[in-house]
């Protein structure tokens, strides 16, 4: 009997696991980890990972790759692209386009569009806005329902003005029908009725609206900041009586009394939440904020909170949000950034920056494999299948080198935005390698694969009902 051949081996690394390290060879079969050990003979393909760092392939599940609808800013085979180029195997992608997927019709449409795009596996939220069509989108594969629970204060983009969701009737309707369904509902909660009067009163009717101002309004709590915690507070107490899971995006950005309500919530009442840290706003610096201006919109308010909430458990998921506009809409922001869409970009940026927190004893290898593959793959129903280094698992890896250094330029970034929040930062350790169901899609920086592989992954309500 002549000996298996695998289709490839990934020999000499060190992989990592919530769990910890090991150091051994990983033998792929068509799309599946099928063994892990030493000495495997025959391989069609041979990555040699002695030095290297083999992690689960990291899911990024803050996208916004602005499709359909705003194309020109991004679109989803640039955005999967940059993901791809930064070691990410799996990504989310957010709502706010137009149309927005918030029927059927339009999840559907979206599904159709994207699909002959993605470089990596990719999952949609599906639109929270109207109740009745919560059951609809999640039957056609929602990953779980995004509801903006908030509205720009001059109603700019991206906040979509029509999508937000301020009536906490509706709120409370549609965390009973995303309860139904059994997925998350996953929220930007805010109150913006409270940061609009706050600013409009102290900076904007003042004529005091450039990038200095608002950094000044920012650190005051106006902007993300303390409605943010309000807005929270009642939909926790909400979602708590409508019995949803419920997820909270944007923990990182809010203040303090923002951790300590979900710690409550948590560990307290035992109440199904769970958290996306924006590790964005906690390696923003004001210096860097300074320097790239409106190409980025905050900061941490209390960063060690953040990072004890990876330790506490309050944290569930990391993220480094990608939400681009164009270098043309940003660039009035310097006069006035009260009236520009606010964004930043994390998606080809995500994985180095996280590496470089390892350097800096923020975060470790083993937490990244937890809080940026392993949870995430949990939360969104697809463990063990994926998010996980283990045989009978997806062959979905991102494979780094801790030594190797990378200086962000807006040159080497592949979204369409044209620029990086975090142009002339340096971060030591870089992905070399993102596979993802056993095919290379990324080699040292060049994207290999081709757009339209990527998989959709259906939410848990669609395969589990
Ligand atoms: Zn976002």
Request: charged residues 20%.
């Amino acid at each position: 009997m002549s000996e298996l051949v695998y289709d490839l081996i990934i020999s000499g690394g060190t992989y990592w696991t919530s769990s910890g390290s090991c150091k051994a060879d990983i033998a792929v079969l068509g799309d599946k980890i099928v063994a892990i050990g030493t000495a495997f003979p025959h391989a069609k393909k041979r990555i040699d990972a002695r030095g290297l760092d083999i992690l689960p392939g990291i899911w990024h599940v803050h996208c916004h790759f602005r499709e359909p609808g705003h194309s020109y800013k991004e679109d989803f085979e640039s955005g999967t692209r940059a993901a791809a180029a930064g070691g990410v195997a799996v990504c989310i992608d957010m709502t706010n386009n137009t149309p927005h997927p918030t029927t059927l019709e339009d999840f559907e449409a979206k599904k159709a569009l994207v699909a002959p795009k993605a470089h990596i596996d990719y999952a949609l939220y599906g639109g929270g806005l109207y109740p009745q069509t919560v059951d609809q989108l999640a039957k056609a594969g929602a990953i779980g329902i995004k509801i903006f629970n908030t509205r720009h204060i001059k109603e700019v983009y991206p906040y979509i003005s029509e999508l937000g969701v301020l009536d906490h009737g509706i709120l409370y309707e549609l965390y009973e029908a995303t309860r139904d369904t059994g997925l998350r509902a996953s929220v930007h909660h805010d109150d913006p009725e409270w940061c609009k009067r706050m600013t409009f009163r102290d900076y904007i009717e003042k004529g005091r609206t450039d990038a200095v101002s608002y950094h000044e309004s920012f650190a005051k709590g106006y902007m993300y900041g303390h409605g943010m915690v309000a807005g929270l507070a009642s939909s926790l107490y909400y979602a708590r009586v409508a019995g949803v899971k419920l997820h909270v995006l944007h923990l990182g950005v809010m203040p303090v009394g923002a951790y300590e309500m979900i710690r409550h919530a948590k560990f307290d009442l035992g109440q199904e939440v769970t958290a996306e840290l924006e590790l964005g706003s906690m390696f923003m610096t004001r210096e860097q904020m300074r320097k790239v201006g409106p190409n980025s919109y905050n900061w941490a308010h209390s960063p060690e909170d953040g990072w004890n909430s990876i330790e506490s458990g309050v944290a569930d998921v990391i993220v480094l949000e990608h939400a681009p506009h164009t270098f043309e809409e940003t660039k009035p922001g310097w006069e006035d950034m009260f009236s520009i869409p606010l964004g930043m970009t994390g998606a080809q940026e995500f994985v180095p920056m996280m590496l470089n927190a390892v350097h800096n004893g923020k975060l470790t290898l083993s937490k990244i494999a937890t809080l940026a593959a392993e949870r995430p793959a949990q939360l969104y129903g697809q463990y063990p299948k994926k998010g996980v280094i283990q045989v009978g698992s997806d062959a979905d890896f991102t494979i780094v080198d801790m030594n190797a250094e990378i200086v962000f330029r807006k040159e080497d970034m592949f979204s369409k935005a044209g620029h990086t929040s975090w142009e002339g930062m340096k971060a030591k350790g870089v992905p070399q390698h993102t596979i993802v169901r056993g095919q290379s899609v990324m080699e040292h920086g060049r994207v290999i694969g081709s757009p339209g592989y990527g998989m959709f992954i259906t939410g848990k309500a669609a395969t589990q009902r």
